[in-house]
């Protein structure tokens, strides 16, 4: 078994508003050292599977079906072993 | 074909919420819609009796709403299941020139399955474009001014006249319109070039306008684009919430008239439609 932990990105250039809200608030409760905040997406993806470069072909295809959008997104992954169900 | 055997698919899933306004305004006009889930179209846990065929029907509707709670992106899960089992289907039905509205939700999904902007062919394999969160970050939810800047391209609007201003009320977190920024610019000029551009928001003046009149920051202030065959429609604001006058903002201030700034929409489209079937 696999656990795949994927995160999906706003490409560099691409508006963040939820990022720039973000941080009009901390810097409201007095965060004022905070000079960025980037928000991704996180996903855990468990896979049944014992090969690792299947797994992999799998994550790649989900990220470019469904879990990021071309235009906007990058993604990237982790791939690690888990024992059990 | 009559406008009575007209059928109009007003396709659901969990969480769409503008269906029965956009059943209504067709069934206001004389036509016959239904609503169908999608499970009636892809046959999986259905009764027999309640399986349907998307090639019975002449227009296809993707109301508004909050399909599958907005998870992954707006409109990506509907998408991701239309895609998976109604690709072929759907893509002839396009192709045969039948009638594709997407409003709001229903304009997410159309772009994320690929059929809009449709520049290259009828159905990319993935997205050409997307729906991005409003520059506010915020849900926007206010009438809009619709300037009508198409040339008769999109089989929905063909009673409307050039350059004419519609209020139609808008409602979403995720409306700005985005292509890849490397190409954008270009994909603006072959959307202006192909005559894809149908609505843009403007102010009260009629001019083109920044923030709260383009509610999501839209690039080029768009609102809406049909693909370039003109038979998919994809729309933020919702023409369905004022299919009447009295739902207008200025309704006390009065007409004359019971008819709404939406309602052209739907006329203009099953008018074409009668007359193509």
Redesign the interface.
């Known amino acids: 078994m696999f656990i795949a932990d994927i995160r999906i990105k706003l490409?560099k250039?691409?508006?963040d508003?939820?990022g720039?809200?973000t941080m009009k608030a901390l810097e409201l409760l007095g965060f004022y050292e905070v000079v960025a905040v980037d928000t991704s997406?996180f996903f855990s993806v468990k896979l049944d599977t014992q090969d690792e470069s299947e797994a992999r072909t799998q994550v790649e295809k989900m990220c470019?079906?469904?879990?990021a959008?071309?235009?906007?997104n990058e993604y990237s992954y982790d791939i690690r072993t888990v024992e059990g169900a | 074909m009559k406008l009575e055997d007209l059928k109009i698919c007003i396709l659901r899933i969990e969480g769409t919420n503008c269906e029965d306004e956009s059943f209504q305004a067709f069934k206001r006009l004389g036509a016959n819609p239904e609503m169908v889930h999608l499970k009636q179209l892809t046959g999986q846990d259905v009764l027999e009796t309640e399986k349907r065929d998307l090639m019975d029907f002449h227009i296809l509707m993707i109301p508004g709403g909050f399909s599958s709670g907005d998870y992954v992106r707006a409109g990506a899960i509907w998408a991701a299941r239309m895609k998976s089992k109604l690709s072929a289907p759907l893509t002839e039905f396009v192709r045969e020139g039948r009638a594709v509205l997407g409003v709001c939700n229903g304009f997410q999904v159309l772009v994320e399955m690929g059929f809009l902007p449709g520049l290259n062919g009828i159905m990319s394999s993935v997205p050409d474009a997307v729906l991005a969160t409003n520059e506010s970050s915020r849900f926007e939810c206010r009438p809009t001014l619709l300037k009508y800047e198409n040339n008769y391209t999109s089989i929905f609007t063909q009673k409307l006249k050039s350059g004419q201003i519609l209020l139609i009320p808008s409602a979403h977190a995720e409306g700005k319109l985005l292509f890849p920024p490397e190409k954008a610019e270009k994909i603006y000029q072959q959307l202006e070039d192909n005559d894809q551009i149908v609505f843009k928001y403007v102010d009260p003046d009629g001019e083109y306008a920044g923030y709260p009149w383009n509610p999501n920051g839209s690039p080029h202030n768009i609102a809406g684009i049909c693909n370039p065959a003109g038979n998919v429609l994809g729309m933020m604001p919702h023409p369905e919430r004022v299919f009447h006058r009295f739902t207008h903002p200025d309704w006390t201030r009065g007409f004359g008239t019971d008819i709404g700034d939406g309602r052209v929409i739907f006329e203009s489209v099953l008018e074409h439609v009668c007359k193509k079937f």
Do not use: F, M, R, Y
């Open positions: 490409k250039g691409v508006a508003p939820e720039k809200n997406k470019q079906n469904l879990l959008n071309p235009v906007i």
